[in-house]
T-cell receptor
Framework: GAVVSQHPSRVICKSGTSVKIECRSLDFQATTMFWYRQFPKKSLMLMATSNEGSKATYEQGVEKDKFLINHASLTLSTLTVTSAHPEDSSFYIC?????????????FGPGTRLLVL | KNEVEQSPQNLTAQEGEFITINCSYSVGISALHWLQQHPGGGIVSLFMLSSGKKKHGRLIATINIQEKHSSLHITASHPRDSAVYICAVRFSGGSNYKLTFGKGTLLTVNP
């Protein structure tokens, strides 16, 4: 089946630095990708919808200048957490929308665990 | 308000038991997903349904559109089935395939 990868799988950084997370669709083209955040023992929270070649659509309460999203190609979207702080520590998951199977579905990446010290 | 409710929240079973996890939603949907999340976090998409029933190995997913309800069944459960199972729906009229997630069901299968 279709595969979505994320890199890195985990990252530890110092407060104030920026961290970039990549989301790739490996065997299909994804015009739309989604970025989620998950706190411990909580459900996924949609942060933003990433559209290839256009600006991302952010959910209410998500700071677009804090969480920069770039979807420069049909197989890659990146999420950059700028000036990270300890409260940004979380599990970040991407998913990609796939039309190629004949019906629309969504595949999830393995997630990136971010720890900000 | 578009809501997704899962039950039970936690489920403990003995190896070999038949498992059922339920998902109810508040308004019409165009698609429903069942997802599996193991400790460590990675999410696997198990099924996507818009009607009827799907089967894959020991897993069966059903959906009743009129009753706004879906079930995920696991036959002959095994300790490796221990995970969080998440129901996610795309409500009708939603744009960009935005999903609304249930809170998940933590399944523990004991040997």
């Amino acid at each position: 089946g279709a595969v979505v990868s994320q890199h890195p799988s985990r990252v530890i950084c110092k407060s104030g630095t920026s961290v970039k997370i990549e989301c790739r669709s490996l065997d299909f083209q994804a015009t739309t990708m989604f970025w989620y955040r998950q706190f411990p023992k909580k459900s996924l929270m949609l942060m933003a919808t990433s559209n290839e070649g256009s600006k991302a659509t952010y959910e209410q309460g998500v700071e677009k200048d804090k969480f920069l999203i770039n979807h420069a190609s049909l197989t890659l979207s990146t999420l950059t957490v700028t000036s990270a702080h300890p409260e940004d520590s979380s599990f970040y998951i991407c998913s990609a929308r796939d039309w190629t199977s004949g019906s629309e579905t969504q595949y999830f990446g393995p997630g990136t665990r971010l720890l900000v010290l | 308000k578009n809501e997704v409710e899962q039950s039970p929240q936690n489920l403990t079973a003995q190896e070999g038991e038949f498992i059922t996890i339920n998902c109810s939603y508040s308004v019409g949907i165009s698609a429903l997903h069942w997802l599996q999340q193991h400790p460590g976090g990675g999410i696997v998409s198990l099924f996507m349904l818009s009607s009827g029933k799907k089967k894959h190995g020991r897993l069966i997913a059903t959906i009743n559109i009129q009753e706004k309800h879906s079930s995920l069944h696991i036959t002959a459960s095994h300790p490796r089935d221990s995970a969080v199972y998440i129901c996610a729906v795309r409500f009708s009229g939603g744009s960009n395939y935005k999903l609304t997630f249930g809170k998940g069901t933590l399944l523990t299968v004991n040997p």
